[in-house]
C-alpha cells in the first residue's frame, strides 16, 4: 500500500491564487522529504529538500519566495505555490525515505493547472 | 556530476514482443544506487527495482529482467511478453549512498514506451 500520501491530486485554479500542495509519510517518519517538478513529457527535477524543523534547501534555479516549503512535523511537508501563474502549471511530486539509504517513497503527484 | 541517459525517447512494440530500455549512467561514486521506475498515464511513479552498485547480478521479477553492467555504466531493462498494461514511461534513476538520500537522486529523461495490442 502507499506510504506516501499526496494531497490533493489534481488542481486548476485561476491565475494569483496560491496553491497547498500536501506530502505526508504515512507510517513511517521523514525527517527529510523531497519535491519534484515534472513538466509535460519531460524528467522529474528535484526542485528542493524539505528539512523538518528547519528550512528547506532549493536547487539553483527555484525561486524559493514563490514555493513556500514548510515540514512542520516529521509525517508532513507542504508545498505552497505562491500567487500561481500558468507557466507554474506542471506535475509536482514528493518523496520521502525511511531513513539514510531506503529507498525513497513517491507521493503519486499533484496536478496542478492554472487558469 | 552524476548523469542519466536513456537514449531511447520512444518505443513502440506489438504486445507480445521483447523490449529492452537503455539506460547508461555517469558518477565518480564507488558505492551507489540504480533504479527504475514506471509512470503509467495516471502520474504516479511505480518503484520497480533498486540495485546496489556493488552487486552485479543481473535481475529476473516476472516478465521483467535487468541487466548491469559496470564496464559499461549500463542498468538496461528488458521487458519479456510486452502487454498493453506495460504502456508507460520508464524512467531510469541514480542515487548516491550518502546521508541525504534522496537529494542527489537523478533521473533519466524517461522512455515512452507503448505496447500495441
Known amino acids: 500500500g502507499a506510504v506516501v500520501s499526496q494531497h490533493p491530486s489534481r488542481v486548476i485554479c485561476k491565475s494569483g491564487t496560491s496553491v497547498k500542495i500536501e506530502c505526508r509519510s504515512l507510517?513511517?517518519?521523514?525527517?527529510?522529504m523531497f519535491w519534484y517538478r515534472q513538466f509535460p513529457k519531460q524528467s522529474l527535477m528535484l526542485m528542493a529538500t524539505?528539512?523538518?524543523?528547519?528550512?528547506?534547501?532549493?536547487e539553483q534555479g527555484v525561486e524559493k519566495d514563490k514555493f513556500l516549503i514548510n515540514h512542520a512535523s516529521l509525517t508532513l511537508s507542504t508545498l505552497t505555490v505562491t500567487s500561481a501563474h500558468p507557466e507554474d502549471s506542471s506535475f509536482y511530486i514528493c518523496?520521502?525515505?525511511?531513513?539514510?539509504?531506503?529507498?525513497?517513497?513517491f507521493g503519486d503527484g499533484t496536478r496542478l493547472s492554472i487558469l | 556530476a552524476q548523469k542519466v541517459t536513456q537514449a531511447q525517447t520512444e518505443i513502440s512494440v506489438v504486445e507480445k514482443e521483447d523490449v529492452t530500455l537503455d539506460c547508461v549512467y555517469e558518477?565518480?561514486?564507488?558505492?551507489?544506487?540504480l533504479f527504475w521506475y514506471k509512470q503509467p498515464p495516471s502520474g504516479e511513479l511505480v518503484f520497480l527495482i533498486r540495485r546496489n552498485s556493488f552487486d552485479e547480478q543481473n535481475e529476473i521479477s516476472g516478465r521483467y529482467s535487468w541487466n548491469f553492467q559496470k564496464s559499461t555504466s549500463s542498468f538496461n531493462f528488458t521487458i519479456t511478453a510486452s502487454q498493453v498494461v506495460d504502456s508507460a514511461v520508464y524512467f531510469c534513476?541514480?542515487?548516491?549512498?550518502?546521508?541525504?538520500?534522496?537529494?542527489?537522486?537523478?533521473f533519466g529523461p524517461g522512455t515512452r514506451l507503448s505496447v500495441l495490442p
Open positions: 558518477t565518480r561514486d564507488t558505492t551507489y544506487y
Open positions: 518523496s520521502a525515505g525511511r531513513g539514510p539509504l531506503a529507498p525513497q517513497h
Open positions: 534513476a541514480l542515487s548516491d549512498a550518502a546521508e541525504n538520500y534522496g537529494q542527489n537522486f537523478v
Open positions: 507510517d513511517f517518519q521523514a525527517t527529510t
Open positions: 524539505s528539512n523538518e524543523g528547519s528550512k528547506a534547501t532549493y
